[in-house]
């Protein structure tokens, strides 16, 4: 294995087509601000290495990445690559990971507009996340232990786990297809509207005008705080812990609570005939 250490380099594809070999407490950045560091490399680590510099990691197959730093100058970090692991690393700059698959992030600190963009085979471990758009168009995502921040996430996912996790997103789920959250807190406005087979279990879900226009929805053991006009033209079965502020309109299923809560079943727009029940 080659291995090449203690280096700063800045130039254009400083080590294009790498393979083989192992980067250490190298430095890629400086004047002459070059592009793709990594571009096209095969069966690499990367150890203890600072990225300042724009798509360091583009195309790369069978990698592993350790203890690793991207600024907000290292854009668009990970495009197009296959089978790879990173743990204990911070990506900061924008558009990390696009397009790629079999990669595992474990103990990572991202900051990434647009993260994770039409990828499959993802997983995220003990990391946080802060991202305005998060796995857009992605199919089979893992989550667990992640702590997420940000806007507009997980929509037209396929295939999500989510476990023991908690995530402070508006609009998250959006025609999201398959999706299961387990002990877990959700905290947004307008959850999943238009999903397909969400189950949520174990959840905390807190937020207005949650899931509407959901098929194939499934509660069991979930608690909602400050849900109004909930499930409205949902086809629903929901167990609750508590009660909701209201529900509006469910389209079909029965929604069972503690508590009976306002009941909205007026001006809907389509036939209607969700039930709302208190436990007995």
Not at 35 to 41: C, G, N, Q, R, T
Not at 66 to 92: F, P, Q
Not at 110 to 120: D, Q, Y
Request: charged content about 25%; proline content about 2%.
């Amino acid at each position: 294995m080659i291995e090449i250490i203690n280096q700063t380099m800045d130039e254009e594809r400083a080590l294009y087509h790498l393979t083989d070999a192992l980067v250490k407490n190298c430095n890629f950045a400086g004047p002459a601000d070059g592009e793709s560091a990594l571009k096209e490399a095969r069966n690499i680590k990367v150890e203890d290495t600072s990225f300042s510099l724009r798509y360091p990691l583009w195309h790369v197959e069978n990698f592993e990445v350790d203890g690793v730093s991207m600024d907000e100058k290292t854009r668009a970090a990970l495009w197009y690559d296959k089978d790879g692991i990173i743990r204990n690393s911070k990506l900061h700059g924008v558009k990390a990971v696009r397009e790629c698959s079999n990669i595992t992030l474990a103990g990572c600190d991202i900051e990434s507009t647009e993260f994770g963009w039409k990828s499959a085979d993802i997983t995220l471990k003990d990391t946080a996340v802060v991202s305005e758009y998060l796995f857009l168009d992605s199919r089979n995502i893992v989550l667990d232990n992640v702590k997420m921040q940000g806007k507009y996430s997980f929509q037209y996912v396929e295939n999500l786990t989510i476990t023991d996790s908690n995530l402070d997103t508006k609009d998250a789920f959006w025609h999201a297809k398959n999706v299961t959250v387990r002990d877990s807190v959700i905290k947004g406005e307008y959850l999943a509207w238009f999903s397909d087979n969400l189950t949520l279990i174990n959840c905390k879900i807190i937020g207005t005008q949650p899931l509407c226009y959901c098929t194939n929805l499934k509660l069991v053991n979930c608690t909602m705080e400050e849900a109004d006009f909930a499930f409205e033209y949902s086809d629903v079965e929901a167990d609750l812990i508590g009660t909701v502020i209201s529900v509006k309109n469910p389209k079909s299923g029965t929604i069972t609570l503690d508590e009976m809560p306002e009941v909205i079943m007026e001006d809907a727009v389509y036939d209607c005939s969700g039930r709302v029940v208190v436990r007995k």
